[in-house]
């Protein structure tokens, strides 16, 4: 397996309530679903994608030798902060924080971890 692309999300259908107004119950799906599903996907298919890399490793850093592709959002962006989907910006900044630790590691397994934001604002 060279490629695994995380594309799963789910959204609050309350875009306008506050911090103060998310319940648990709502943060911890969310979370569940646009963190910890992409966090158990990847651990899932890691030997793949390491033996990907494994038998690839003569290669140059590319897709051959095993990438992790997650989708985010710009909600997600510490600098992009408002009061906006608040628990839907939550999870997807712990996303972004799970990409950027993953990609440190496996780093070193000489595969890639990349990142897609998307601005759906527009």
């Known amino acids: 397996m060279n490629i695994l692309i995380n594309n799963a999300a789910v959204a609050s259908w309350d875009k306008n309530k506050g911090v103060k107004e998310c319940t648990s119950e709502e943060l911890n799906q969310l979370f569940n679903v646009?963190?910890?599903?992409?966090?158990?996907?990847?651990?899932?298919?890691?030997?793949?994608?390491?033996?990907?890399?494994?038998?690839?490793n003569k290669l140059p850093l590319c897709s051959a030798r095993?990438?992790?592709?997650?989708?985010?959002?710009?909600?997600?962006?510490?600098?992009?902060?408002?009061?906006y989907a608040v628990s839907y910006a939550i999870s997807k900044a712990a996303l972004n924080m799970l990409t950027k630790l993953t990609g440190l590691e496996l780093k070193k397994m000489a595969y890639f971890v990349l990142q897609f934001i998307q601005d759906g604002l527009n």
């Open 34 to 56: 646009n963190v910890a599903a992409t966090h158990a996907v990847t651990t899932a298919f890691h030997p793949l994608l390491k033996q990907s890399a494994s038998l690839n």
């Open 66 to 83: 095993g990438a992790v592709i997650n989708f985010s959002s710009v909600l997600g962006s510490i600098s992009y902060a408002q009061v």
